[in-house]
């Protein structure tokens, strides 16, 4: 920090946040700067002092240039922090000097972005700066994007999930256009649209140095498939590009797809989770069978089917590149995964992770996966076969040693009398003596309570079912019981 940096600013005032050994070190720095700048303002410099400058020591040397600097930056960001009126984080002061900065979910906000990027302007240790989920908002995305105009060593940064926009879009655009640094770049869960496109492919034209980039959930959709399809073929450096949880349908896709094809220098490549169906399936193919460089595809969870899995089964018998195949949470079902399966399953192949999980297969599946020609982790749901889960039927109820299934009210009563007489129950004694009238007719509650007092138990459930068949049978509501008559009973005989 220097002295009219210091001027500027003024002291720097502290939260109780800070450390107390930060404090020490800050006003330190201050402390120097203000020694310099009373024995400067007293008339002692060097061309006023009778001493030749050719005598000075190196230790005055050293001394000088430490009160001129502000090596840290923390007492830039502190004085910074206190005109911004924001409150500085403590964390960034105790490792703004390591490589690896992680700043995720510290709500800095588009003021605090601003504070951080003043003093990492020009420092030299981060090479790696994680500002995930800051709430930066477009305004925020600006600082930063300036920051990285001016700094030279920072090589990837994540700043994903800030709501950046399209006033972030264009920001960050820009940079990556005079960017000679940055190596890789998350733009993830940004709510970035179509509209935003056209910056984004300008930035894919121009930058020269980017090796991954992830566009993912974002709001990419049919209206920029053209042109994001245009820019990824032209640019020669990018490598891993992830373009998960979009809104990629159909032409747009196969215009995406295009620009993967004709890419030569991609070796990572993310489409899952667009939902492209059975259409989308023709540009995977394409990408299959023209690029010669992808390594790992992942295409899961686009609601491809049996069709598509076919046509990609084909592709994958012609690409001898692939190494991994992320198909995964497709509704291919167990047909399209054989189909899979036996695209990879040649001499030509060298793909040795299959990813279907979530895909059930069947037993021929398994013969095959037994039969491959070189080994492959294959990730898969269940074979189905092996896992029939049996139908619990509830128990037919009997009646009279019947199934209640195959009981009718033109039955009932041969059933009735067969079961008494293989149980020596007395049935038609029991009815004669509960009919007062020996009309041969009774009521169905009389009915029921004298098969009852013969000895034929009934639950509640099988008497209400004997009366709705018994009631099927009556006439005028009364039964006639005559056709359990058998052999000439005692009574009978009586009579």
Same mark, same amino acid.
């Given at each position: 920090?220097?002295?009219?940096?210091?001027?500027?600013?003024?002291?720097?005032?502290?939260?109780?946040?800070?450390?107390?050994?930060?404090?020490?070190?800050?006003?330190?720095?201050?402390?120097?700067?203000?020694?310099?700048?009373?024995?400067?303002?007293? +008339?002692?410099?060097?061309?006023?002092?009778?001493?030749?400058?050719?005598? =000075?020591?190196?230790?005055?040397?050293?001394?000088?240039?430490?009160?001129?600097? =502000?090596?840290?930056?923390?007492?830039?960001?502190?004085?910074?922090?206190?005109?911004?009126?924001?409150?500085?984080?403590?964390?960034?002061?105790?490792?703004?000097?390591?490589?690896?900065?992680?700043?995720?979910?510290?709500?800095?906000?588009?003021?605090?972005?601003?504070?951080?990027?003043?003093?990492?302007?020009?420092?030299?240790?981060?090479?790696?700066?994680?500002?995930? =989920?800051?709430?930066?908002?477009?305004?925020?995305?600006?600082?930063?994007?300036?920051?990285?105009?001016?700094?030279?060593?920072?090589?990837?940064?994540? *700043?994903?999930?800030?709501?950046?926009?399209?006033?972030?879009? /264009?920001?960050?655009?820009?940079?990556?256009?005079?960017?000679?640094?940055?190596?890789? #770049?998350?733009?993830?869960?940004?709510?970035?649209?179509?509209?935003?496109?056209?910056?984004?492919?300008?930035?894919?034209?121009?930058?020269?140095?980017?090796?991954?980039?992830?566009?993912?959930?974002?709001?990419?959709?049919? !209206?920029?498939?053209?042109?994001?399809?245009? /820019?990824?073929?032209?640019?020669?450096?990018?490598?891993?590009?992830?373009?998960?949880?979009?809104?990629?349908?159909?032409?747009?896709?196969?215009?995406?797809?295009?620009?993967?094809?004709?890419?030569?220098?991609?070796?990572?490549?993310?489409?899952?989770?667009?939902?492209?169906?059975?259409?989308?399936?023709?540009?995977? &193919?394409?990408?299959?069978?023209?690029?010669?460089?992808?390594?790992?595809?992942?295409?899961?969870?686009?609601?491809?089917?049996?069709?598509?899995?076919?046509?990609?089964?084909?592709?994958?018998?012609?690409? =001898?590149?692939?190494?991994?195949?992320?198909?995964?949470?497709?509704?291919?079902?167990?047909? +399209?995964?054989?189909?899979?399966?036996?695209?990879?399953?040649?001499?030509?192949?060298?793909?040795?992770?299959?990813?279907?999980?979530?895909?059930?297969?069947?037993?021929?599946?398994?013969?095959?996966? !037994?039969?491959?020609?070189?080994?492959?982790?294959?990730?898969?749901?269940?074979?189905?076969?092996?896992?029939?889960?049996?139908?619990?039927?509830?128990?037919?109820?009997?009646?009279?040693?019947?199934?209640?299934?195959?009981?009718?009210?033109? *039955?009932?009563?041969?059933?009735?009398?067969?079961?008494?007489?293989?149980?020596?129950?007395?049935?038609?004694? /029991?009815?004669?003596?509960?009919?007062?009238?020996?009309? !041969?007719?009774?009521?169905?509650?009389?009915?029921?309570?004298? #098969?009852?007092?013969?000895?034929?138990?009934?639950?509640?459930?099988?008497?209400?079912?004997?009366?709705?068949?018994?009631? !099927?049978?009556?006439?005028?509501?009364?039964?006639?019981?005559?056709?359990?008559?058998?052999?000439?009973?005692?009574?009978? &005989?009586?009579?």
């Amino acid at each position: 920090m220097t002295e009219a940096q210091f001027r500027d600013y003024g002291t720097p005032t502290f939260d109780d946040n800070v450390d107390e050994e930060v404090k020490n070190d800050v006003l330190s720095n201050a402390s120097s700067l203000s020694v310099t700048s009373d024995v400067s303002n007293g +008339g002692r410099s060097r061309e006023g002092s009778g001493k030749n400058a050719d005598t =000075d020591t190196d230790l005055e040397l050293e001394e000088d240039k430490k009160s001129d600097f =502000d090596l840290t930056g923390r007492a830039l960001y502190l004085s910074v922090c206190k005109n911004l009126g924001v409150i500085p984080v403590s964390y960034f002061v105790r490792h703004m000097q390591d490589q690896v900065l992680n700043m995720r979910h510290h709500g800095l906000g588009s003021l605090g972005a601003k504070a951080l990027a003043h003093p990492l302007m020009n420092n030299t240790t981060v090479l790696t700066l994680d500002l995930q =989920d800051n709430w930066l908002e477009g305004e925020g995305g600006e600082y930063i994007s300036k920051m990285l105009k001016e700094n030279c060593y920072i090589t990837d940064l994540d *700043i994903s999930e800030n709501r950046l926009g399209s006033r972030g879009a /264009a920001a960050i655009s820009n940079m990556l256009t005079i960017n000679i640094t940055l190596r890789s #770049i998350n733009l993830a869960g940004n709510q970035f649209s179509d509209a935003d496109a056209p910056t984004l492919a300008e930035a894919f034209y121009e930058n020269n140095r980017l090796k991954k980039i992830n566009l993912s959930h974002n709001g990419f959709s049919d !209206g920029c498939g053209k042109i994001l399809g245009h /820019a990824i073929g032209e640019n020669e450096t990018i490598e891993d590009i992830d373009l998960s949880w979009n809104y990629f349908r159909k032409s747009s896709l196969m215009e995406i797809c295009d620009g993967i094809a004709g890419n030569c220098r991609l070796r990572d490549v993310n489409l899952s989770m667009n939902g492209f169906d059975n259409e989308g399936a023709f540009g995977v &193919a394409d990408i299959i069978k023209k690029n010669n460089t992808i390594l790992t595809l992942n295409i899961s969870g686009n609601r491809i089917g049996p069709i598509g899995a076919i046509l990609i089964g084909k592709a994958l018998e012609v690409n =001898d590149v692939l190494i991994t195949f992320i198909m995964a949470n497709n509704p291919i079902g167990a047909e +399209g995964a054989k189909a899979v399966l036996r695209g990879i399953n040649n001499e030509n192949s060298i793909i040795t992770t299959l990813d279907l999980s979530g895909i059930e297969v069947d037993k021929e599946f398994r013969t095959l996966e !037994g039969s491959l020609v070189r080994e492959i982790t294959v990730l898969r749901a269940r074979v189905l076969s092996d896992y029939d889960i049996p139908i619990r039927r509830k128990p037919d109820k009997y009646l009279f040693g019947t199934p209640l299934s195959l009981v009718s009210s033109d *039955i009932i009563m041969s059933l009735m009398k067969k079961y008494c007489e293989e149980n020596d129950i007395k049935l038609y004694d /029991a009815l004669l003596n509960a009919d007062k009238r020996k009309e !041969g007719m009774l009521s169905s509650y009389d009915f029921l309570e004298a #098969i009852q007092s013969a000895g034929v138990e009934l639950s509640e459930k099988q008497g209400d079912n004997l009366t709705t068949f018994l009631e !099927g049978v009556a006439c005028e509501g009364l039964i006639d019981y005559s056709p359990l008559k058998g052999k000439l009973t005692a009574a009978a &005989a009586v009579e």
